[in-house]
């Protein structure tokens, strides 16, 4: 998408290296920031220098695809092991950070010779970041016809451009609407504590010239009762096979808000989001970050010394919320989701 006029990717490789958009430093300022190692990788997952679920796959590909370009002849195998493990770890929710792993690792498995192996790890980051690409721009396609003229579309967090290679999942079928010259306003949570709809999402729109209001957190079921919000559209880390999802902390609450009050409620993410050895969404492992994230805003502790917090980083919203999936194939109901994804 575009940054003052110039066409960007989130995440890409050049010339060996990893460049990434600095996602720490918007909206103020646009940085490129340039890593190689698997440790400046997994860092770069673990602190959100970049962050969002295809995103960080995408990110997830192109380490391990480092990580094999640069492992010695001794001991291959076990290095690239180490190499996935590690990514792995970075963080634990997002589903296509594991799928991004997991693509290289089958990507190269038939290859005899470690050489081999070099050249098609890194054809296959390029490819998996190219079809992540081609999956938001299918997502924004069929999730622009669900926005009707004068549409006020409400979302959580950030799942925008910037929160995968590109296009984005939530925002997709927004970026389209607008290219459709529908009349479309949307509603942004700030999304405490890291402030990803304040920061991110506005910036996003910003840039692509859609109306916008950035709300606090608690604000929009006060827009929800008033008859103001007409849709909502939300990304997902990780959906079960039952249809029940984790997205950003908060997600759940407005979902059910959203049902109360009669609001179509969707969920757009690629196939690469969807873990359909996860029966439930019980099984979700739901990151839970440092509480430093809660007592600080930017700078300035508001807490009182000695106050204790939580920062459970994501939730689970059971399926009989979601009204629809947009996906690459279409929009799919929770209950066709086996059905549409086992190959
Ligand atoms: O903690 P983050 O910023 O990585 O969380 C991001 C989200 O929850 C997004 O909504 C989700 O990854 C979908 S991104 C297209």
Request: hydrophobic content about 45%; overall charge positive; aromatic content about 8%.
């Amino acid at each position: 998408m575009l940054v003052n006029g110039r066409h960007y990717r989130t995440v890409w490789l050049e010339k060996n290296k990893m460049k990434m958009i600095n996602q720490l430093l918007l909206p103020h300022a646009f940085e490129i920031v340039s890593l190689r190692t698997t440790d400046e990788i997994v860092k770069a997952i673990k602190t959100m220098v970049v962050r969002g679920a295809p995103a960080i796959g995408a990110t997830a590909a192109y380490g391990m695809a480092l990580g094999v370009a640069s492992a010695s002849k001794k001991n291959f195998d076990a290095q690239i092991a180490q190499t996935a493990k590690k990514i792995k770890a970075a963080r634990p929710t997002a589903y296509d950070l594991f799928h991004g792993v997991d693509f290289i690792l089958d990507s190269i498995k038939s290859a005899k010779t470690p050489e081999q192996k070099k050249r098609l790890a890194i054809k296959a980051a390029e490819a998996y970041a190219n079809a992540s690409a081609k999956a938001c721009e299918k997502i924004g396609e069929h999730g622009s016809k669900l926005i009707k003229n004068n549409y006020r579309i409400a979302t959580h967090c950030n799942a925008g451009w910037i929160a995968c290679v590109d296009w984005g999942t939530a925002l997709s079928p927004i970026y389209f609407a607008k290219r459709q010259n529908k009349n479309i306003f949307v509603w942004v949570d700030e999304t405490r504590p890291r402030l990803q709809g304040a920061k991110l999402t506005s910036w996003e729109l910003l840039n692509e010239g859609v109306a916008h209001a950035v709300i606090a957190d608690n604000a929009l079921g006060h827009y929800m009762r008033r008859g103001e919000v007409d849709m909502m559209i939300v990304g997902a880390d990780r959906i079960a096979a039952n249809g029940d999802f984790a997205n950003k902390i908060g997600t759940y609450e407005k979902a059910v808000l959203a049902k109360e009050n009669k609001i179509p409620f969707y969920v757009a993410a690629p196939r690469s989001t969807f873990d359909l050895g996860c029966k439930s969404g019980s099984q979700i492992v739901i990151e839970e970050r440092d509480e430093g994230e809660i007592h600080f805003v930017g700078q300035c502790r508001v807490t009182p010394k000695g106050a204790k917090a939580r920062n459970p980083a994501f939730d689970v919203t059971p399926a009989k919320y979601v009204t629809g999936f947009i996906t690459p194939l279409g929009i799919i109901k929770p209950r066709a989701i086996v059905r549409a994804f086992r190959k």
